[in-house]
């Protein structure tokens, strides 16, 4: 028995169609795991990317550094956005691997201090975690929880921007373990205390750390150890710089009000991202080479969307000045 060309070929599509299925389930088990995070992207990209790395790309994952192996590069699009006119207000590129909070400054520059304004503001929160409250004319932030960063969350309080809006992620946590929001974290006293009832100090920690509370021994006969940890020195909770700005917030966006706020920006924001990148070149597909240059084409991407949206309000110029005409 004999396989025709048609058929062979069938045949290579149907893995890559396998393996992009398997692909988008790793992607929504990732995002429901950790409870956060976008989807639309991943899922589309997915069949691109299968059949570059398993029909395209020349690349041996025995030698990760073969200096023959091609290289591919990935960016990812960030944009500012009013919710209520939905004009786009600033644009920005990263390499694919970085994380979203990086390039909310540079979103947001209009708005924050320069470095030496901030100068004066403290390095960790320090017990204090105050989120300057919504007021008529005063600038706000939202933003999902890619954005919700404890250095974002803290620049823009010290600015005195109302940020309730941006989204934190909850704990992580081992499948069927206790998360960090079961222990008490008491920055004031410099303890925690776990589900068990047990209370042991803050240390000092160096590093990405501010902290960290050490269980050790108290693990070893708990009755709870099974759900809490697997390691052999006991559970260890780690405590950040901005620990009392990321608890507050996300004791905020459990409110039902706060639920209702949200809900309704982010579909407004969305509808503006899906703008972008429903056209074929500019959108998902840059045009061109190095991040740069996918910025300033980005950029351009955002002025003519822009520049379309008088016409989406039925807009019209009279006397030097745009009006939205009733309908």
């Not at 992207?41 to 029909?55: E, K």
């Not at 007021?135 to 309080?157: F, K, M, T």
């Not at 909770?237 to 809900?263: F, V």
């Not at 016409?311 to 019209?316: F, K, Y």
């Amino acid at each position: 028995m004999t396989r025709s060309a048609s058929s062979a070929e069938g045949g290579r599509h149907a893995d890559l169609e396998a393996l992009a299925r398997r692909g988008r389930l790793l992607v929504i088990e990732s995002v429901a795991r950790a409870k956060a995070g976008h989807i639309g992207g991943p899922l589309s990209a997915m069949d691109v990317l299968v059949a570059l790395y398993f029909r395209v790309l020349r690349i041996d994952p025995a030698r990760p550094d073969w200096p023959e192996r091609d290289r591919f590069i990935l960016s990812k699009g960030h944009s500012a956005i009013g919710p209520e006119p939905e004009i786009i207000t600033a644009t920005g590129a990263t390499p694919g691997n970085s994380g979203d909070a990086e390039a909310a400054e540079s979103l947001l520059g209009d708005m924050l201090p320069g470095d030496q304004d901030s100068a004066t503001a403290q390095d960790s929160d320090a017990g204090q975690a105050v989120a300057p409250a919504a007021g008529d004319g005063q600038p706000a932030v939202y933003g999902d929880a890619a954005y919700g960063s404890g250095e974002l969350i803290g620049r823009l309080d010290d600015a005195g921007i109302y940020n309730n809006g941006i989204k934190c992620q909850p704990p992580a946590a081992v499948e069927g373990h206790f998360p960090k929001d079961r222990f008490i974290i008491d920055l004031d006293g410099q303890t925690v205390t776990c589900p068990a009832g047990v209370t042991v100090p803050i240390r000092a920690a160096t590093g990405r750390h501010a902290g960290a509370a050490r269980f050790g021994a108290a693990c070893r006969a708990c009755p709870l150890a099974a759900q809490c940890t697997t390691a052999k020195d006991g559970r260890t909770i780690t405590i950040g710089p901005h620990e009392a700005r990321l608890a507050a917030a996300r004791i905020r966006q459990a409110d039902p009000a706060w639920k209702a706020d949200y809900r309704a920006t982010r579909p407004k924001v969305e509808r503006k991202l899906a703008h972008l990148v429903r056209r074929r070149h500019g959108g998902r597909r840059a045009r061109v080479r190095g991040r740069v240059k996918v910025a300033a084409d980005f950029a351009l991407l955002a002025a003519a969307v822009n520049l379309a949206r008088p016409a989406g309000l039925r807009g019209a110029r009279s006397g030097g000045t745009w009006a939205v005409q009733p309908a």
